[in-house]
């Protein structure tokens, strides 16, 4: 078999190299940039470190740096998940899933030290009337019941994405909350420039006009206007339903023109299937097939009251898309040579993966961990994929050896995870690994890696997580 056989039409194997450049070196000075501007304004406006003389002047001054400062992140927040597509490629949407949880919770503590340097303010200055002045600076000053309002709705979605509530929820449940988010901080947006004194300066109020209109510009167009755009465009529809396993699902849509996307294998799109009630309410699904002109093919695991309604969708229903999302795809790159390693329903994007990445024979490693054989998804599509192209197929079977392993339980569990990895791929130091799963086992596949000696940038990850 030769080169030409398996390497897809229009695709190069990539050289060896290192880290390559991408928007998101500069994106995250950018955003640190933005944070310095706050503070930059606020020196400007109310003296800096001179505002903090006096008790009286320091509760103010701090109270109006942590309130703008909560402000810039609340804006970055939105920005990082405004679906814009220069940022996704670059950072990942997981990554930028993470850090907007981080960002979220930092601005969190800086709203609640902003409502309480406040009060605590207003408070001192007339301890009798204490109560009136509480009343006014959170109901009766001009659009401060809004921002209680929207204060409270914040505190809301903060609670409901701490892991332990997001354990008890749906996940439809959580992304309908989390939605309130958006009208949390339009409630507190007035209070902003009728009471902020960094807001009388044309100036300064230009700054920050811009960057609230920067916000709601990008999500509109993004996060609106595109996926709706798109979904008109490429008219998708079920083609069909087909059960892999117990409680897992593939749906194959046929649309128009879906290459106009640049579609990548191990990408994922939102979906949202119009068969009734609850249609409104979009499911991550990642491809577990090579993207076509007019097909695409997913696979759902029943987890949820959305994944558990795919499995009676009846051929014809129309589908809306948001996406392409994720970084799992072949774009990220640097080596010849291919491990993927997945666990459950994780082996969806490697599947696409597999099909049409640019490898030879003998470049790319499947190792497929499930618990029980009835759960395996793919198996013979996996077979007849690697008998055409070449690879090297491994299926680990069985419990998890451990909450802290990748491995399954067995013979191997003498050694550790990271000698067993580098028995199982010799050269793990000189390959791209893609690891696809749940979070903990994702976390367990990359320590085991680093470990057998792979470099932390050719682990390429997708958590199957929210």
């Known amino acids: 078999m030769t080169l030409s056989t398996v390497l897809p039409r229009g695709h190069r194997r990539p050289p060896a190299g290192g880290r390559r450049f991408t928007l998101a070196d500069p994106l995250g000075s950018l955003a640190i940039l933005s944070a310095v501007a706050v503070v930059a304004l606020w020196t400007l406006n109310q003296g800096g470190p001179l505002s903090l003389t006096t008790p009286d002047r320091a509760l103010g001054s701090l109270g109006l740096l942590t309130g703008l400062l909560a402000s810039d992140l609340m804006i ?16 990942g949407h997981d990554l930028l899933t993470r850090r907007h949880r981080w960002i979220g919770f930092a601005s969190f503590w800086l709203m609640i030290a902003h409502v309480a340097l406040f009060a605590v303010e207003r408070a001192a200055r007339a301890p009798a009337a204490m109560l009136d002045a509480l009343v006014a600076v959170f109901i009766t ?29 749906r996940y439809e449940s959580w992304h309908l909350l989390h939605l309130y988010s958006y009208a949390g901080i339009a409630a507190t947006f007035p209070h902003t420039f009728t009471d902020g004194a960094d807001f009388h300066e044309t100036w300064t109020r230009v700054y920050w006009w811009s960057l609230y209109g920067f916000a709601f510009a990008v999500t509109l167009l993004f996060r609106i206007a595109l996926p709706t755009w798109r979904s008109l465009y490429h008219r998708l529809r079920v083609e069909s339903v087909v059960t892999e396993a117990p409680g897992v699902v593939s749906i194959t849509a046929r649309g128009h ?3 106009r996307m640049k579609t ?35 696979t759902i695991k029943a987890a949820g009251d959305g994944s558990e309604r795919a499995a009676r969708l009846t051929p014809g229903t129309r589908v809306l898309i948001e996406g392409p999302y994720g970084t ?16 459950g329903i994780g082996i969806t994007p490697m599947r696409a993966l597999l099909e049409d990445t640019s490898y030879a024979p003998g470049e790319a490693t499947l190792i497929y961990r499930y618990s029980e054989d009835q759960h395996a998804v793919f198996t013979d599509e996996l077979r007849q994929i690697a008998a055409r192209r070449g690879i090297e197929l491994i299926f680990l079977p069985g419990p998890r050896r451990a909450d802290t392993s990748w491995q399954a339980a067995g013979p191997a569990h003498l050694d550790d995870d990271a000698h067993v990895l580098a028995q199982l791929v010799p050269d793990i130091a000189h390959r791209d690994i893609y690891v696809c799963g749940p979070p903990a086992w994702i976390t367990a596949v990359r320590n085991a890696a680093r470990g057998a000696g792979a470099h932390r940038d050719h682990i390429h990850t997708e958590e199957f997580a929210w």
Request: charged content about 20%.
């Open 76 to 91: 970055l927040q939105v920005v990082l998940l405004a679906r814009i597509p220069w940022v996704e490629r670059s950072w």
């Open 141 to 169: 000053d001009p659009w401060m019941l809004f921002a209680t309002v929207g204060t409270i709705l914040l505190i809301m979605v903060v609670v409901t994405s701490i892991r332990a509530a997001r354990r008890r929820l």
């Open 257 to 259: 023109r879906l290459d």
């Open 264 to 298: 990548a294998s191990g990408q994922f799109f939102i979906w949202r299937f119009l068969d009734g009630p609850g249609w409104s309410r979009g499911n991550p699904y990642t491809l577990s097939a090579a993207p076509t002109r007019d097909r695409l093919r997913i």
């Open 328 to 343: 799992l795809t072949a774009r990220q790159r640097t080596q010849p040579r291919m491990l993927l390693i997945a666990a």
